[in-house]
């Protein structure tokens, strides 16, 4: 079993930056894409970002050219680098992996984080 810990969230001014990580428990996590979800109160859960096992990325139009997934194989960590945050990106990002990207953007991946708030004022 694979554990997903989230850490990084908080209350951060419009504009500004939070950096969040995904720590894995287990080496599996070098060969699993990786995709940031987030779930704003009263709204389904939305894929943001993902990223491969061979580091190929992707975003959701309203975050592209602001926010950043990355990985770190040897740390079993992944981040999200959210720049120029919005009040709207206000929610609580999970993280999520998965042998295959196809069941990360379905929504069905083989793990999930407990999430971790992010708060952004305007």
């Known amino acids: 079993q694979v554990q997903l810990v ?3 969230g908080g209350l951060v001014q419009a504009g500004g930056s939070l950096r969040l990580s995904c720590a894995a428990s287990a080496k599996i996590f070098s060969i699993s894409a990786i995709g940031w979800f987030r779930q ?3 709204k389904q859960r939305e894929l943001v970002a993902t990223i491969t096992s061979d580091g190929s990325t992707d975003y959701v139009p309203s975050v592209k050219g602001r926010f950043t997934i990355s990985r770190d194989n ?3 960590t992944a981040y999200l680098q959210m720049n120029s945050l919005k009040p709207e990106d206000t929610a609580v990002y999970y993280c999520a992996a998965a042998l295959y990207r196809g069941t990360v953007v379905t929504g069905r991946p083989d793990y999930w984080g407990q999430g971790t708030q992010v708060t ?3």
């Open 6 to 8: 989230e850490s990084g």
């Open 74 to 76: 040897a740390k079993n």
């Open 40 to 42: 704003a109160p009263g």
């Open 120 to 122: 952004v004022s305007s």
